[in-house]
């Protein structure tokens, strides 16, 4: 996009830390595009990395880095406090953060079912609850929700990150269902499949050719459409990133790339009892 479509807002990102990470590249096109972003991730080399490079991109006043547990609600919610009062506002929240760690059923420890969760699912109620309130009460605001696909919810090893997104897309759709009307938005983005970022390499071939992957950049174009005031009728959507053609019209676009949260075209509807 052009003209500086975030001139002027203020966005959280978390798990942006991370130099190749989905953050990170998001963070960067909020910049470019004139906003101010809170960069939160828990890992302090990153995030030191990471902002040192984006305030020499737009100016230290505009990038502000926050080591935070995510997973810790009063921890959380002091991350949207700091990011309104040192910013000078809120208008788009990127629940971003999540962690995989590969397992059977049978094989994940408790640990690391609770581990994960408050990351992937935990975290982004936390943020979210009083990034929203503050949203209202402005009445505009864009909350993305990083997921994943359908098919990594159900695949076998994914007990513990697949079982958590699927989680979190549902929370996203309850929560986009009952934003209408307010100018708050709730949406999904995700890559639409394998991506080089830190959280997945550890988990592959060391030999891979992490240049054929996805890159991190592949989010830029469809989070900057659903975080600016073109988004601003677009709720309660999933968008696959690698299906996003800026060459095609808008519509087209979206008609490509863009579906219902939660698929609620593969599942039928309850029977309720006759009153």
Known sequence: MSNKSLSGKVA??????????????????TLREGGKV???????AWLEESAARLKALAGDENVLPIQVDITDPKAAEAAIAQSIETL??????????????????????VEAWQRIRAVNLDGPFYLTKPAVEH???QGSGRIVNV???LGTMWTASNTTYGSSK?????MASVLALELEGTGVTCNVLI??????TNMSAKYRDPDIDTSALM?????????????????KDFNCRRVVAALWDEALPLEERLAKAAAPIAWPQLGGFSIEPKK
């Open 88 to 109: 000078n506002g809120l208008d788009i929240l990127v629940n971003n953060a999540g962690l995989w760690e590969p397992a059977s059923f049978r094989e994940v420890t």
């Open 166 to 170: 699927a989680g979190h897309e549902a």
């Open 38 to 44: 809170a960069m939160l991730d828990v890992n302090a």
């Open 215 to 231: 890159q991190n950049h592949v989010m830029s174009a469809p989070y900057l459409y659903m975080a600016s005031d073109a988004g």
């Open 147 to 149: 997921t994943t696909s």
């Open 191 to 196: 890559p639409g499949g394998n991506t080089a």
């Open 135 to 137: 949203m209202i009460a």
């Open 12 to 29: 959280v990102i978390t798990g942006a830390g991370s130099p190749i990470g989905l953050g990170y590249a998001m963070a960067e096109a």
